[in-house]
């Protein structure tokens, strides 16, 4: 390949069809909303819709596959948001190149396949290559066959073959479940390769190191107690970052300057009128920040994902509104991210159709959301300017949380985008009263997740449309019904019909059993039918007061304001949140019995696969405690007890002493729900019609989630079967991996911690030894014979062979005592890091302090430290320098 004449959709396209001839499958992009993970806000990595292939859940017709996956990494532990702009190589959207094996090869494969393209499809000068393999750590064993596999592959000896750590070379998808040793191949960038510099990050013009291409081999198991045990079928995930792999093979050292990014930075210097010189002067960084963010905006867009006040919609809002304020900083006057969004359908709508499909509704959402963040950015930044409410703390200059709030509430000011105004004006933001404020603001408002200021005139008009200006709902009665539709809304306007072509819509009848998002009940799905048309909803809100809004797109056919059509609720969904939903009062009951009348509720979520629970409670609910609340739940569904409703004046509902426990606004007019008499609480969800039907209540997990707050999980009815069940699959393999009756397994299990700790103990202590020892064998007393005589004592510098950090500080304590008054430094390589430690005798700190002594000689060997006047540590890069900043130490004592 011509590396400098290929652009990125080539480079792309090439990686897929060399796997495509190795007999891979090849994949479409999966959205970047994951489907059925809820432990993922964004797609982010090219082995997320595999996860469950991986794990054994679910199954393809295939054993290889090939994909580009879409990704974005802005939450969560990765979370690249902050370097975006500022690196060369760092974005919140990125496309991941993949090639997966299910059961099928496995390591030797695997890298012969990456490095047949990266030498031969690719054309990559090898000298520029360095691969890094698992070295071993924790117990677990050096990668040994990788790194045999790759010496005979490429013809690398040992010096171009790196061993590296749990955090760099040893993936695991969770705390438990499958794991494995990684492989990756890192390529130099810059004018001469200096292996000496690997570990160190490339500096903010791209030149250094930097990772390609990741190799995981899934080969492993772990259970709960951290036991490692091979996997039968043992997979292959392999992920190179397209920008990454298009920057190396044009001849660009930052991804903004390949044929990817390039256009869309080049776009935002249009629109501001300004030139780009690719450096890190404040306007090309905004720039930068300009060209990654609009590519988020337009794919999640295009996914239906919209700017909004929480969960991945607000995300959405903070990446935007970052970008906005960047063009502001500009000087760009008039909203544009919309233009550049369009640069990316424009770019990108070849590999991915849905960007020209949508790209009206990109542009209009896109501007929308700008047009509502200008009218208020400037009166935010002159309300930071006339801020006089400053604090000091430790000598920082403290933006208190109230007023952080208040751009956050009344200017639109998302929390970190303030942070980073603090940054370029030296303050720090009190984030603690932010959050307290945020919390307060939740208490006092409803919420609506489709209700927004921007179409709330729109709804009014729909809600004038309605007879008696209510929608009647007869969801408690029945789960289907006829009504007429009174008004459709598409965007934020009202249309007078919709077919099949249209994207998306929300119809509003006069009369409809779906329940429309509230209480923490979700919202119910189902459809919409006439003769020849079917809406699919998948979604149920109230935007306001006397509203239900039917959210879905058109699957068939053409309708029209005024018809009649048929209205169906998921019976099995609203079926499952019934139960869960009844479940979450006999859970709040349960708990104020056993932990007392404070664990009141503080928000909740019902939904069909579960159902969760928040409660005041200063302190962790003891296992003991679980039981007993769970034991409770459950003796009362036992009793198979009428679930009976009334609806009384509110008044006399709380004289009967109903408890209003969900956090909504309640009417002069209420349900009072009745679960035998140690439950009687006002709600307006949907219910099952007696205790039995919840089937059993399970307690998943217990967390907190604030000062003072817990979270308890839960699942009923068939999810908490599955839920029974897949712990008693997790108990079977356990016991067969440590060879146990189910019964036996804790106490097999503390036999082998027991003995690990054993060994783990003998290792330290043979390691000590080796290290008291010395490299030349003559140890401490060979050591302190090099003392040189300083005012007040002695001082000595030291290499040493000490594995760990705890073995370098005792080996400096007991030559400093040796030594008796005196400065000691020992040093040490540990991996590719220098480690130092400096110890000072109690007697001489007032002339020397180990703190202060550190930092010019952690600054030699490429890092930084701190400590105590009487011991300090630090770490540093450059092991090749340790020598160099040994012998300096003795100059600075003097």
Not at 9 to 34: D, I, M, T, Y
Not at 37 to 49: C, E, I
Not at 380 to 403: A, F, Q, T, V
């Amino acid at each position: 390949m011509d590396a400098s004449e290929k652009s990125a959709s080539e480079v792309r396209s090439a990686f897929l069809k060399f796997f495509e001839g190795k007999g891979h499958s090849l994949c479409a992009s999966a959205p970047l909303v994951p489907q059925n993970d809820p432990t993922l806000m964004f797609t982010n990595a090219g082995m997320v819709p595999f996860k469950d292939v991986f794990t054994g859940k679910d199954s393809r017709p295939f054993t290889r596959a090939t994909s580009s996956q879409k990704c974005i990494r802005i939450s969560g532990k990765h979370n690249d948001l902050e370097n975006v702009g500022v690196t060369a190589r760092h974005h919140t959207f990125f496309e991941m190149l993949g090639n997966f094996s299910f059961g099928d090869y496995f390591k030797e494969d695997a890298i012969a396949y990456a490095w047949e393209l990266i030498t031969k499809g690719y054309g990559l000068d090898t000298s520029r290559l360095v691969i890094t393999v698992f070295g071993g750590e924790q117990g677990i064993p050096a990668d040994d066959e990788a790194r045999a596999i790759w010496k005979k592959v490429t013809g690398f000896s040992d010096d171009k073959i790196l061993g590296m750590g749990m955090a760099d070379n040893f993936w695991q998808m969770g705390d438990t479940g499958p794991c494995g040793p990684c492989s990756e191949i890192h390529w130099f960038n810059g004018e001469t390769v200096d292996v000496s510099s690997f570990g160190r990050e490339p500096d903010a013009n791209g030149r250094g190191w930097m990772e390609i291409w990741n190799l995981v081999f899934m080969q492993f198991d772990r259970s709960a107690e951290g036991v490692l045990t091979p996997l039968p079928k043992p997979c292959v995930d392999t992920g190179m970052g397209l920008e990454r792999i298009t920057s190396v093979l044009q001849g660009k050292a930052s991804n903004y300057d390949t044929d990817l990014l390039r256009a869309l930075v080049e776009k935002a210097a249009e629109i501001s009128g300004k030139s780009y010189r690719g450096t890190q002067a404040d306007d090309d960084v905004s720039m930068r920040v300009i060209a990654d963010h609009a590519r988020t905006t337009a794919f999640l867009i295009a996914e239906g994902v919209f700017p909004d006040r929480a969960g991945r919609e607000y995300v959405l809002r903070r990446v935007m509104r970052r970008a906005i304020r960047h063009g502001h900083r500009l000087g760009i006057l008039q909203p544009f991210l919309h233009e550049v969004a369009l640069e990316v359908a424009r770019l990108m709508s070849d590999q991915y159709p849905e960007l020209s499909q949508r790209k009206d509704l990109i542009a209009t959402v896109t501007e929308q959301e700008e047009v509502r963040f200008r009218q208020t950015i400037d009166r935010g930044l002159d309300l930071l300017e006339k801020n006089k409410d400053w604090r000091e703390e430790s000598g920082k200059k403290i933006l208190p949380g109230e007023i952080a709030f208040k751009l956050y509430d009344t200017f639109g000011f998302p929390l970190d985008l303030t942070e980073v105004i603090g940054q370029e004006r030296s303050f720090e933001v009190d984030k603690a009263g932010f959050d307290r404020a945020m919390d307060e603001q939740r208490a006092r408002s409803e919420g609506s997740k489709v209700g927004e200021a921007s179409i709330e005139a729109v709804w009014r008009v729909a809600l004038e449309r309605v007879p008696n200006h209510t929608v009647r709902f007869t969801g408690y009665e029945r789960e289907e019904g006829e009504g007429k539709i009174v008004a459709i809304v598409q965007g934020t306007g009202l249309v007078n019909e919709i077919d099949e072509d249209t994207q998306g819509a929300i119809i509003i009848t006069d009369v409809t059993p779906f329940y429309g998002e509230a209480g923490g009940q979700v919202g119910d799905r189902g459809k919409i039918s006439a003769a020849d048309f079917l809406f699919d909803v998948t979604d149920t809100q109230k935007p306001i007061a006397g509203l239900v809004a039917h959210v879905g797109a058109p699957k068939q056919g053409k309708i029209k304001v005024g018809d009649a059509v048929k209205l169906e609720v998921d019976h099995a969904r609203r079926t499952a949140t019934r139960r869960n939903h009844s479940a979450t009062h006999l859970l709040h009951w349960a708990l104020r019995k056993t932990l007392g009348e404070q664990a009141t509720q503080k928000g909740s979520l019902v939904g069909p696969d579960r159902l969760r629970f928040d409660f005041s409670h200063g302190q962790p609910v003891t296992p003991d405690e679980l039981r007993r609340i769970e034991t409770l739940v459950n003796e009362k569904i036992l009793t198979d007890a009428p679930v009976q409703t009334q609806v009384l004046p509110i008044d006399e509902a709380k004289k009967a002493g109903a408890v209003a426990i969900f956090e909504e606004k309640y009417g002069d007019v209420v349900r009072v729900l009745t679960m035998t008499k140690d439950s009687v609480e006002l709600c307006g969800g949907t219910h099952a019609r007696a205790l039995g039907e919840i089937g059993q209540l399970k307690i998943v997990s217990e967390s907190g989630v604030a000062a003072g707050v817990r979270r308890i999980e839960a699942a009923t009815g068939m999810n908490a079967l599955a839920h029974a069940q897949l712990v008693e699959d997790r108990l079977g393999a356990i016991s067969h991996s440590v060879g146990a009756a189910p019964h036996q397994v804790g106490e097999k299990i503390d036999k082998l911690l027991a003995e690990k700790r054993s060994l783990e103990k003998e290792v330290a202590d043979l390691k000590k030894k080796v290290a008291m020892g010395g490299a030349g064998g003559g140890g401490i007393d060979a050591w302190v014979r090099d003392a040189r005589p300083i005012p007040g004592g002695k001082a000595l510098a030291v290499r040493v062979d000490a594995p760990d950090a705890a073995t370098l500080r005792d080996i400096a304590d007991k030559v400093r005592d040796k030594l008796g008054d005196a400065v000691v430094l020992v040093a040490a390589a540990q991996g590719p890091k220098a480690a130092l430690v400096v110890t000072v005798a109690k007697s001489l700190t007032d002339k020397y302090r180990a703190g202060d002594l550190i930092k010019p000689v952690a600054e030699i060997v490429g890092g930084s430290g701190g400590g105590r006047p009487d011991m300090a540590q630090a770490g540093g890069t450059r092991i090749d320098k340790i020598d160099e900043a040994l012998a300096g130490f003795y100059a600075r004592l003097v």
